[in-house]
């Protein structure tokens, strides 16, 4: 028997991983130590890519991340999540900071902004567990202003093979499912192209993979990347 589920189940199971980790998230290196090399180099690279002020949506934003970058670079920032806790930490942490950035309660799939409201959408590490790709990407197109920029950072983690994946960890696998992973279908890519895709499907242009070894920290774990659209 095939065991199904719907969007809002996955995203209830997705939701209460990241919110469970939320506290040790960053401690377990998932984010380049601030002020290190290694977060010099992302900031580098986002420099790069947009290196004039901007209005930016950051999506998922976890521990505000790209999103804390793109503030000390100077551009006004919002960046949404799901994960209360996530937002809790990115809110004291940008304080800290000194930084401001608009930290909202958000679904990433369809953002509740009014059309053509950002030169740039961002996001780190979420395509891999993005649900309704296609429908995710027309609402992101649909906030981006003429010619705006998508900027999606992610890599291949996982085996691309089937399941069952019992070498991962708990609490992983309870809450990524084989129900919850058939609602994302980027989770166990090994290449590009159905991105590549389903970004052309929804009518973006000038479509950019970039492999990123650079910006991993010789960790070693996947196959990190970037992929560059605009609306």
Same mark, same amino acid.
């Given at each position: 028997?095939?065991?199904?589920?719907?969007?809002?189940?996955?995203?209830?199971?997705?939701?209460?991983?990241?919110?469970?980790?939320?506290?040790?998230?960053?401690?377990?290196?998932?984010? /380049?130590?601030?002020?290190?090399?290694?977060?010099?180099?992302?900031?580098?690279?986002?420099?790069?890519?947009? /290196?004039?002020?901007?209005?930016?949506?950051?999506?998922?934003?976890?521990?505000?991340?790209?999103?804390?970058?793109?503030?000390?670079?100077?551009?006004?920032?919002?960046?949404?999540?799901?994960?209360?806790?996530?937002?809790?930490?990115?809110?004291?942490?940008?304080?800290?900071?000194?930084? *401001?950035?608009?930290?909202?309660?958000?679904?990433?799939?369809?953002?509740?902004?009014?059309?053509?409201?950002?030169?740039?959408?961002?996001?780190?590490?979420?395509?891999?567990?993005? *649900?309704?790709?296609?429908?995710?990407?027309?609402?992101?197109?649909?906030?981006?202003?003429?010619?705006?920029?998508?900027?999606?950072?992610?890599?291949?983690?996982?085996?691309?093979?089937?399941?069952?994946?019992?070498?991962?960890?708990?609490?992983?696998? *309870?809450?990524?499912?084989?129900?919850?992973?058939?609602?994302?279908?980027?989770?166990?890519?090994?290449?590009?192209? /159905?991105?590549?895709?389903?970004?052309? *499907?929804?009518?973006?242009?000038?479509?950019?993979?970039?492999?990123?070894?650079?910006?991993?920290?010789?960790?070693?774990?996947?196959?990190?990347?970037?992929?560059?659209?605009?609306?």
């Amino acid at each position: 028997m095939t065991t199904t589920t719907t969007a809002s189940e996955a995203q209830r199971n997705i939701t209460a991983f990241w919110s469970m980790v939320a506290p040790g998230y960053e401690a377990h290196h998932n984010v /380049p130590e601030f002020d290190s090399p290694l977060h010099h180099a992302w900031v580098a690279a986002v420099r790069e890519l947009i /290196p004039e002020p901007a209005d930016a949506l950051d999506l998922a934003t976890g521990t505000g991340f790209v999103a804390m970058i793109l503030a000390a670079l100077g551009h006004r920032v919002t960046a949404v999540d799901l994960s209360a806790d996530m937002l809790d930490l990115a809110t004291s942490t940008a304080g800290q900071r000194g930084l *401001r950035i608009r930290f909202l309660s958000d679904d990433a799939v369809a953002p509740g902004f009014e059309p053509a409201s950002f030169d740039v959408v961002t996001n780190r590490h979420f395509l891999w567990t993005l *649900r309704e790709p296609d429908r995710a990407l027309a609402n992101w197109r649909r906030l981006l202003r003429p010619g705006g920029l998508l900027i999606a950072f992610d890599g291949f983690w996982f085996d691309p093979e089937p399941g069952p994946h019992d070498h991962e960890p708990e609490p992983f696998r *309870r809450h990524y499912t084989a129900a919850t992973r058939a609602e994302l279908p980027f989770m166990h890519l090994d290449r590009g192209d /159905p991105i590549v895709a389903a970004m052309d *499907r929804t009518g973006f242009s000038d479509i950019t993979l970039t492999t990123l070894e650079h910006l991993t920290g010789g960790s070693g774990q996947g196959v990190p990347y970037r992929i560059t659209a605009r609306a």
